[in-house]
């Protein structure tokens, strides 16, 4: 999640900045407007990693509780078999 506030923050705080030169110098260079389409484009880009990073950790985390719980079955099927053996 901190990922994507500090990609938020960023996109916010380089608008925030891009207003004040658009309004103020009375117009708006096609160089700067590229430059901010660049950067929103980043920005979503960054978005999409961050929602398909933490879709990824989600997956790994339900195979890893799967996983710990096939594994505490199988100690207590060893454990049940070594006191069967033992009787």
Do not use: H, W, Y
């Not at 999409?48 to 997956?59: F, G, N, P, S």
């Amino acid at each position: 999640m901190s990922r994507f506030s500090t990609f938020k923050s960023l996109g916010i705080v380089l608008v925030a900045a891009a207003l004040p030169l658009m309004a103020g110098c009375g117009g708006v260079s096609q160089e700067e407007l590229d430059a901010l389409e660049q950067q929103r484009q980043a920005t979503v880009a960054a978005e999409q990693q961050v929602a398909d990073l933490q879709a990824e950790k989600a997956r790994l985390e339900r195979k890893l509780a799967e996983r710990q719980a096939e594994k505490k079955a199988l100690e207590d099927k060893l454990a049940q078999t070594k006191r069967n053996l033992a009787n």
